[in-house]
């Protein structure tokens, strides 16, 4: 890790593989802004799922698995395909099916539990915390996920919730953060940076830290740059 020594704070992971929740980045525009059809994208089988209906229902809810994807491909650790591990959170009641047959989660406690057993992640659950402090934490062994409104696609424009959606801190220095978004629409897709008090307006004071196994550090030979 090398950190910038006038500061103290500048830090930044390279090379961070980026992911949408849906097949493929330049579709996310159509999706999001004129309801197309995900299955229209002919990349949409690529994350393991064969079913369109099921595609359909959970892409669009699996912010948090592309997280975790772009986490361990990252670090080098092995993982099926996102379809695969949603059977797993499933099974680990990462997400819970409601009634009216909505669905709650990710549910950060047996996310951190599941992610502990199957891939050796050391997860800290941050119930309440600011976007500062939660940036902080990111290390040369440590990425970070945030809950914040999906309107941060659109920074410039005005928000009206805070929270429901999960994004990638991957770097940080004195005035803000660095962050892949997996419903992001370009150019606030990949390797976004935004200032503290942009992401505040849409931040839910939550989220997560992940940290990379010993084993994961050893192979990886990612390195954090000064940006």
Request: proline share 6%.
């Amino acid at each position: 890790m090398r950190v910038d020594e006038k500061t103290g704070m500048a830090l930044r992971h390279a090379d961070v593989p980026y992911y949408t929740q849906w097949g493929s980045p330049e579709w996310v525009r159509a999706i999001v802004e004129d309801a197309a059809d995900p299955c229209d994208d002919p990349g949409w089988r690529g994350c393991g799922f064969t079913e369109p209906e099921r595609y359909r229902f959970w892409a669009k809810r699996l912010c948090g698995l592309t997280c975790l994807e772009s986490a361990l491909d990252f670090w080098g650790i092995g993982h099926p395909s996102r379809a695969a591990m949603l059977d797993e959170a499933l099974r680990h009641e990462v997400y819970r099916m409601r009634n009216d047959g909505g669905v709650d989660g990710l549910i950060y406690r047996p996310f951190a539990q599941w992610t502990a057993q199957a891939f050796g992640l050391q997860v800290e659950v941050l119930p309440q915390i600011g976007i500062e402090e939660i940036a902080a934490r990111i290390d040369a062994d440590t990425l970070a996920i945030a809950s914040v409104s999906p309107e941060i696609r659109y920074p410039e424009r005005h928000n009206e919730t805070r929270g429901g959606h999960l994004i990638l801190l991957h770097g940080r220095d004195e005035r803000g953060v660095w962050f892949h978004n997996p419903s992001g629409v370009a150019p606030f897709q990949a390797d976004v940076w935004l200032p503290f008090e942009t992401v505040k307006r849409f931040y839910a004071g939550r989220g997560l830290t992940l940290r990379r196994p010993v084993r994961a550090a050893d192979v990886s030979g990612r390195a954090a740059r000064v940006v």
